[in-house]
């Protein structure tokens, strides 16, 4: 059941000719965004994060109530990790401005300018599966620098935004490249 009045590109589902020059909101080259939606892997291990994090806020309130205040503090600090850790999963990926690509890990942040990136392409290589240590055959999108070695692969076609959705995998490796193409130059 698709809910077109909750996506960002809901314009683009229409069958119209209009879609085709519809605006994404934000669609100005100077804001940050990810060319593509977060996957339903990524999404469900986030909303699982949470519910956790609600039943931990929940246990915090009955500590506090029952008169243990350190018990209580301690539970809502885990639970607001927890939030922390399952909005930081959602903005794992690759995301594009006029200014450069940001690769946005778990723990880290690395911004590249466009200067600095010699070329955004797809290859054949072994991926990690769901970002585990199981390697499959597929495709991954390699950012090569200028100077130094190419950004850690993030977008594969086996992570959790693209698993089963090899052409959402395409589309997005083919947005990416044509930023890199426009900005680049």
């Known amino acids: ?10 314009d683009l589902d229409l069958d119209t000719g209009a879609a085709d020059t519809a605006a ?6 100077d804001h940050w965004r990810r060319p593509y939606r977060p996957g339903p892997w990524r999404v469900g291990a986030a909303a699982v994060l949470l519910l956790l994090a609600s039943f931990v806020l929940l ?17 809502a600090v885990v639970g607001a990790l927890m939030i922390a850790l399952a909005v930081r999963l959602l903005r794992i990926g690759l995301w594009v401005s ?14 590249e300018p466009w200067s600095a990136i010699a070329s955004v392409r797809t ?16 495709q991954a999108l390699i950012v090569e620098r200028t100077q130094g070695e190419p950004l850690r692969c993030l977008l594969t076609d086996h992570n959790g935004d693209f698993l089963s959705r ?6 997005a490796a083919d947005v990416l490249e044509a930023w890199a193409a426009e900005y680049r130059a």
Request: charged share 15%; with cysteine.
């Open 24 to 29: 994404l909101p934000h669609d100005e080259p």
């Open 123 to 138: 290859r054949q290589q072994p991926v990690r599966w769901l970002g585990l240590p199981r390697t499959v055959q597929g």
């Open 59 to 75: 246990s915090a309130m009955i500590i506090a109530m029952a008169g243990s205040l350190p018990g209580a503090a301690a539970c």
């Open 166 to 171: 090899p052409e959402a995998f395409e589309q």
């Open 1 to 10: 059941m698709p809910l077109p009045f909750l996506t960002a590109d809901r």
């Open 98 to 111: 006029s200014q450069g690509l940001r690769q946005v890990n778990l723990l880290h942040t690395a911004t």
